[in-house]
């Protein structure tokens, strides 16, 4: 899980709109797929979320201000889950509230209901 993190924190910090969008699809399905399994309330939302994310990234013109929405939303969810979280409470709360400042409030934006939560990449055996 260290290596998400230091991943994500490293492309929030050089500017996630410095970020190719194929290397943020890389990051989402590791996060994806670490959180399939997760059962935390919040966690489900977070990847709906990601996936809306996911394939916003993958179009070859993504909407901008869906994509700020969907960061800032997401980390939002992060922030709130990182206190029901076993370890790493400090990561995801770091990662919640730079991922909240690199997003925009959006909140008249409709949800993503189609967005599947189904991770592209099935999670790493242990």
Do not use: C, Y
Request: no cysteine; hydrophobic share 35%.
């Amino acid at each position: 899980m260290a290596v998400k993190f230091a991943g994500t924190m490293n492309a929030i910090n050089r500017g996630l709109e410095d970020t190719k969008p194929g290397k943020g699809v890389d990051m989402i399905e590791d996060w994806e797929a670490a959180l399939a399994d997760v059962d935390v309330p919040g966690a489900k939302g977070i990847l709906r979320d990601l996936t809306s994310l996911r394939k916003q990234l993958e179009k070859s013109e993504p909407d901008a201000d869906r994509v700020h929405a969907l960061v800032h939303r997401l980390g939002t969810a992060t922030t709130k889950i990182a206190e029901k979280a076993d370890k790493s409470q400090d990561k995801l709360k770091a990662l919640g509230e730079a991922l909240t400042e690199a997003g925009v409030d959006s909140p008249d934006e409709d949800e993503d209901t189609d967005a599947a939560a189904a991770p592209k990449r099935a999670p790493k055996k242990k």
